[in-house]
């Protein structure tokens, strides 16, 4: 009988085996990790006041204020002035939400937050779970004791940024360089900077959420490259992991059609473990112009037996990334080696997309990345003043080929020491540090910005006496010399660390022989754009010159009566205190003063683009002494007059199409020097060597043929610029005054293809004796816009398109030689009844 009844069990458990091996996917109970956003009802007030009002999440305190109606835009005229009581304000959001039984049933529940801006206690049903201090850091609480099916209330109470630290700034005994901003790990453009607004506030940026497990939780995963070779890339996933109880796993990775599988011994506790693995014949990620930015897609799987217990997927690349900085004849070198071959930066600086995070969506990042694809850029620095970004930004910097230059969230300060606040700065490091490592366009991480230049050059230690500074400079070695190199080199992988940027102030002679470099004596120091050709360093990390936005959008933010240079207004979206008045001496300098404050911004653009095609033509020209090129800025975060070369709502000025065109990866790079035309070239390309030939044609304004000189037989090569021709000016203009006439300099690949065109002038703008003309158009409707067809009889400087309607120009601010026809798209959703009346053209002559 024992026998028959054992037999009937064995038979009951086979089935039951059976049936869950063949029970469809959808219907088989998950033994993996459950995730559930807290997406309840969310609501706010001001704290301990008036009513709740309806709010959503993502939040910040501003944009939960603007949406009820309490507050008008914080961009719009003066209003900015207006709301600066809010940052000394205390405010509650809370939020009702259920919990499904899935979520309820597991073993473990953590409510985890990324995102809280700032100093917050954060409640669930009654019960204090966390308190925060750094925006930058994620904070988990375990909740499951908490947590019921139905009516979880979860109650936030956010202090004031600067009420919460005034005790702890008082109690230093002296101000900081930075001042109150430097004693919060909150983004420090929130206090306003020389292009920003001035809002500091508190909100929810991302929406919480609830992790719930079992026995087994990954807490990290990493992919990483061991070697490389070309038929085989060496592998290691190293996870690691947290367990109630040792068990024995199948631990696999796919990718594709590849598949690894290793046991492991699983302890309880928290540990790391890792296995390894190898992908044959692999696919390089490459930035753009370099190759293909090849992304493998990986899966690692943990079973317990036939149960799938935890799965992270990975989306990588498989790369080397190298800092050089190496002793040579001139100094020392600063060049990024990418899979081993040397590549020539160009790019820009980016700070954060808007003042309110929480604005910021995954098609903004979409649509600014691919303008920086768009004008032929292969790295970004993100800067040190703004927020780590979001995972989309990486994601799509990945999948573009754009190198990331990754600053810690150190800008223009110095920072306090002691204890508490280096813990909070480790844990956000290694956070940070984690949490990016994977993305292969991570190629630096920069410890600060600014800082120590500051310290050493900008006479900040002129107010300590020597104990303080003694002090003050140990803090700063603490944090930037000891801690930040040793989690980055512990932990990210192999990306390389670099101390601050710039490693020497431009006071220091150095600073133009090793290390990276910003130049600022064009613009603070009121140099001449030319002293670009002079100061060249090893790789310019920033470097600019500020310009107006487009008239759209300077209406966009004003009344008719605002737009004046210097109304309140227009100065209240002019952050820098010299700004206006450098705009304005700069242009008289190079420029006929236009009349009218509408063609004053027009030619702002055009100061701007011209001023820095002069520095990005030299950083070129100096190939390989100078490696790189990044210029402050790429972006706006809210509408107003600044370095960028796209506006807050995201319209390229002149400098963006300038930048496209000079960063392309095959240029000439002309210009002038005691009397000669010396005429430059460039490659970018992974090639070794490319065939070109020049045409040198010099023209009058109304298109006479002065001269005309072709050059056959030339190389260029990718390892350095190298000059191409030269000749006296005199000998092209046919005795003509060099006020009205230029050069149009073509260079030519082996089979005539046209690979880069420039148009040279031979005096500044206001000395050009520029005829006056009529630019005809003519536009036809295509299947995305329209086509603008552009011809003049004499020399139009500059042509600028505009319109009212939403969309964008292919080319803009653009040369139109006499009786040359130029074809421009403009690319929109919207049917336009009468085309020619939408456009508006306008060119420099008509500014005089």
Same mark, same amino acid.
């Given at each position: &009988? ?6 009937? &069990? ?6 039951? %085996? ?9 219907? !088989? ?26 709010? #959503? @999440? ?14 008008? *835009? ?61 925006? %930058? ?20 109470? %956010? ?23 430097? &004693?919060?790990?909150?983004? !420090? ?25 079992? *026995? ?97 997927? @990975? ?37 954060? &997309? ?113 104990? #303080? ?71 310019? =990390? ?56 509408? *063609?004053? @911004? ?59 065109? /000079? ?57 350095? /610029? ?56 003519? @536009? ?29 120009? =292919? ?38």
């Amino acid at each position: &009988m024992a026998f028959v009844e054992y037999d009937r &069990m064995r038979l009951i458990l086979l089935s039951l %085996f059976l049936l869950f091996l063949y029970m469809p996917a959808e219907t !088989q109970p998950s033994f993996v990790p459950l995730r559930q956003p807290i997406q309840g009802t969310w609501s706010f007030r001001r704290a301990h006041t008036g009513e709740w009002l309806p709010t #959503q @999440v993502p939040t910040s305190i501003h944009t939960a204020l603007l949406a009820t109606g309490q507050i008008e *835009d914080p961009f719009y005229g003066a209003n900015e002035e207006k709301l600066q009581w809010i940052e000394r304000e205390e405010w509650e959001f809370r939020c009702t939400f259920d919990v499904s039984t899935a979520i309820l049933e597991r073993k473990h529940i953590q409510l985890i937050f990324r995102g809280i801006d700032t100093y917050a206690h954060i409640f669930l049903n009654d019960s204090l779970i966390l308190e925060t201090e750094n925006m %930058f850091r994620t904070w988990k609480a375990d909740v499951k004791h908490l947590l019921k099916p139905t009516g979880n209330e979860l109650h936030i109470y %956010f202090e004031s940024p600067i009420r919460k630290v005034e005790p702890e700034w008082q109690a230093l005994g002296y101000e900081l360089p930075g001042g109150i901003r430097t &004693m919060t790990r909150k983004a !420090q453009f929130h206090y306003g900077w020389d292009w920003g607004p001035r809002f500091v506030g508190c909100g929810i940026l991302k929406a919480p959420e609830l992790l719930a497990w079992d *026995d087994f939780l990954i807490e990290d995963l990493f992919i990483a490259v061991q070697q490389i070779t070309e038929k085989e890339a060496k592998m290691v996933a190293r996870f690691r992991y947290r367990a109630d109880m040792p068990m024995l796993l199948e631990v696999s990775l796919l990718e594709g059609r590849r598949k690894s599988i290793e046991s492991r011994d699983i302890q309880s506790g928290l540990w790391e473990d890792s296995i390894t693995f190898s992908v044959s014949n692999p696919r390089l990620w490459w930035c753009a112009g370099m190759g293909e930015p090849y992304l493998y897609d990986f899966t690692v799987e943990f079973k317990r037996g036939y149960q799938l217990i935890e799965r992270r997927q @990975v989306r990588t690349g498989i790369r080397t990334i190298e800092l050089v900085t190496e002793p040579d004849a001139q100094g020392q070198t600063f060049y990024f080696r990418l899979n081993g071959k040397p590549i020539f930066i160009r790019g820009a600086n980016y700070i954060p &997309m808007d003042i309110f995070q929480d604005r910021v969506t995954p098609q903004h990042y979409q649509r600014l990345l691919d303008d920086v694809l768009a004008a032929n850029m292969n790295m970004l620095r993100v800067w040190g003043g703004g927020i780590y970004e979001d995972d989309a930004f990486y994601e799509l910097c990945d999948a573009r080929g754009i190198l990331i230059w990754q600053d810690f969230m150190y800008a223009c300060a110095m920072y306090p020491g002691g204890g508490r606040f280096l813990k909070n700065a480790a844990i956000e490091a290694l956070e940070q540090i984690e949490r990016l490592r994977q993305h292969p366009c991570i190629a630096l991480w920069c410890g600060n910005n600014e800082n120590n230049e500051g310290w050493h050059h900008w006479g900040w230690q002129m107010v300590f006496n020597e104990a #303080q500074r003694r002090q003050i400079w140990r803090d700063y070695q603490i944090l930037f010399q000891d801690l930040l190199p040793v989690y980055v080199a512990n932990y990210a992988g192999g990306v390389p660390y670099w101390e601050s940027s710039p490693k020497f102030g431009r006071s220091n002679p150095r600073s133009l022989s090793e290390g990276d470099a910003h130049y600022w004596g064009v613009w603070h120091d009121e140099e001449p754009f030319e002293v670009f050709n002079k100061k060249v360093p090893r790789f310019m =990390s920033e470097f600019g010159f500020q310009s107006f936005p487009d008239w759209a959008t300077i209406e966009a933010f004003t009344q008719p009566e605002d737009r004046l240079l210097d109304s309140r207004v227009m100065l209240i979206h002019q952050k820098h205190p010299r700004g206006n008045a450098l705009i304005a001496e700069y242009l008289r300098r190079d420029f006929r003063v236009p009349q009218s404050f509408e *063609d004053f @911004v027009y030619v702002s653009q055009i100061l701007q683009a011209e001023g820095m095609r002069i520095g990005i033509e030299a950083h070129r020209r100096n190939k390989p002494y100078c490696m790189g090129t990044l210029y402050w800025q790429l972006n706006d975060v809210w509408p107003v007059a600044s370095w960028s070369s796209v506006d807050y709502y995201g319209r390229w000025k002149a400098l963006h199409y300038y930048v496209r065109d /000079a960063f392309q990866p095959v240029v000439i790079l002309p210009i002038i020097e005691d009397g000669l035309l010396k005429i430059f070239g460039s490659t970018d390309l992974p090639h070794d060597s490319i065939p070109v030939s020049l045409n040198i044609r010099a023209l009058t304004f109304k298109g006479k043929r002065l001269s005309e000189v072709a050059i056959s037989n030339l190389t260029l090569r990718p390892d350095s /610029a190298r000059l191409l021709w030269q000749t006296p000016v005199r000998t092209l203009l046919d005795r003509r005054k060099e006020e009205e006439a230029l050069a149009d300099i073509r260079l030519l690949s082996s089979t005539g293809e046209l690979l880069h065109r420039r148009i040279v002038y031979f005096a500044p703008p206001k000395k050009l004796l520029l005829p006056e003309t009529t630019v005809s158009l003519r @536009v036809v409707a295509t299947d995305n816009g329209y086509q603008l067809e552009l011809e003049s009889p004499a020399l139009a400087k500059n042509v600028h398109l505009s319109t009212s309607i939403p969309g964008r120009f =292919s080319d803009n601010y653009f040369d139109l030689l006499p009786g040359e026809r130029r074809t421009v798209l403009f690319t929109t959703t919207r049917q336009l009844e009468a085309p020619e009346q939408a456009f508006r053209i306008r060119h420099l002559r008509q500014t005089w």
